[in-house]
């Protein structure tokens, strides 16, 4: 399983950035795709997920109302829509996917720099 996560970059608070993750390697039927972040001198905390089958998905309370975690089975890609953007949202974010059946992520993408200035 490869990941290949892009779109980080520097923005003002406020604004937008879209997070993409392109997955290959095997089907990803009854999988779990996530986004996670890690902020200098902080622990990795995790961000928002999605199931690949149905889309279901879950977000930390630090982001709700302002992150969108979407999937496209057709480009087997995942992505991170963010709004509203504040500093403390400064971190390097990884994607990651483990089987739905099991809790560790098992894979992981390289990190995107997401750098967001007030």
């Known amino acids: 399983v490869q990941l290949q996560a892009s779109g980080g970059g520097s923005v003002q608070a406020g604004g937008s950035l879209r997070l993409s993750c392109a997955a290959s390697?095997?089907?990803?039927?009854?999988?779990?795709m996530g986004w996670f972040r890690q902020a200098p001198g902080k622990e990795r905390e995790v961000v928002a997920t999605i199931t690949w089958n149905l889309g279901t998905t879950s977000y930390a309370d630090s982001v709700k109302g302002r992150f969108t975690i979407s999937r496209d089975k057709a480009k087997v890609a995942v992505y991170l829509e963010m709004d509203s953007l504040k500093p403390e949202d400064t971190a390097v974010y990884y994607c990651?996917?483990?089987?739905?059946?099991?809790?560790?992520?098992?894979?992981w993408g390289q990190g995107t720099q997401v750098t967001v200035s007030s």
């Open positions: 390697g095997r089907t990803f039927t009854n999988w779990v």
């Open positions: 990651a996917t483990r089987e739905s059946a099991s809790y560790r992520y098992n894979y």
